[in-house]
């Protein structure tokens, strides 16, 4: 979904039998050029997205974006962004290639492993892993470590860099792979709005109240 000029939308996703399910929403914001361009809403089915099987097994099954061969089925996204959905056997090490000038994260939600490579990550757990500070990085702390051990449902960030290295432990690990070019603009953010200036923030909140905001 392209929110653009504005949109309002709600998400009622549902589970199987047993109320298990994935859900995640990844929010990139527009270039300043494109903030006002005109909404729109993509509506993709699981068959839809290609999976590629290395030989190792590894499986990447490619939403957005070009990786290894295959193409997403989300297309004219205007920040380019690489959304995949990678599965790596028990045991194995996996390199995958990641362009120089993309940022890139990785976000585990099915088993763990290490994530080792010459930009050195820093793991950003999403949950509370440390009692004494719960995982946030103090002021004066080195930005880099080295190879760490993500669980489950933990965030990856990745410095600048040619390829993640990934080692699966002793289950399968999945994990979501994102990567985009960094726009080198402002952010003013708030609720579901993003913005460049806190004075468009104000307008959009305006306009919302007013009921002028879809253009």
């Known amino acids: 979904m392209t929110a653009g000029s504005g949109i309002i939308h709600r998400e009622m996703p549902k589970g199987d039998a047993d109320g298990r399910m994935h859900g995640f929403q990844l929010w990139a914001t527009l270039p ?17 997205i290609p999976e590629v099987i290395d030989d190792d097994g590894t499986k990447a099954r490619v939403i957005c974006g070009n990786v290894w061969g ?10 380019d962004p690489h959304y995949v959905d990678i599965s790596i056997p028990p045991n194995t090490k996996k390199r995958i290639p990641v362009e120089t000038d993309r940022h890139a994260f990785a976000y585990v939600f099915a088993g763990s ?3 080792l490579n010459a ?8 949950e509370w892993v440390n009692p004494e ?10 930005t880099r470590r080295p190879a760490i051990r993500a669980d489950n449902r933990s ?4 410095d600048r ?12 690990l999945r994990f979501l792979l994102v990567s985009g070019r960094p726009l080198q603009e402002p952010v003013a953010w ?21 009921g002028t905001f879809l253009k």
């Open 155 to 158: 965030l990856v960030l990745f």
């Open 70 to 79: 295959a193409t997403g089925p989300a297309d004219g996204i205007a920040t």
């Open 190 to 210: 708030r609720g579901p709005i993003v913005m460049n200036t806190r004075a468009e923030l104000v307008q959009a909140y305006s306009d919302l109240k007013d």
């Open 32 to 48: 300043r050029a494109l903030k006002m361009t005109p909404p729109r809403y993509q509506d993709i089915k699981s068959a839809d």
């Open 113 to 115: 492993g290490q994530f």
């Open 161 to 172: 860099g040619d390829e993640v290295v990934v080692q699966s432990g002793e289950d399968e």
């Open 133 to 142: 500070r719960g995982g946030v990085m103090l002021e004066g702390e080195p």
């Open 119 to 126: 930009s050195e990550p820093l793991a950003a757990p999403t």
